[in-house]
């Protein structure tokens, strides 16, 4: 029986630590999908900037 209730004292604790991680993770694949995102804004900008630098050039 005593191993019985060190088996739901443990499980116990998993699902806490478990619980503690979910409310965490939503945020921190936010944060990197905002990265993301500003990495493509940056790249299409400098992409645009680049283009119209080679358009004053052919002009």
């Keep these: ?3 019985g209730e060190s ?3 443990e499980t116990r604790e ?3 630590e478990s619980f503690d ?3 965490r993770t939503p945020k921190e694949s936010e944060e990197e ?3 993301e995102e500003e990495q ?3 790249l299409s900008e400098e992409a645009r900037i680049q283009e119209e630098e ?3 050039e052919l002009g």
């Design 33 to 35: 999908r905002n990265d």
């Design 7 to 9: 088996d739901d004292e």
């Design 40 to 42: 493509d804004l940056r």
């Design 14 to 16: 998993e699902e806490e």
């Design 21 to 23: 991680s979910i409310p």
């Design 54 to 56: 080679d358009v004053d």
């Design 1 to 3: 029986e005593s191993e």
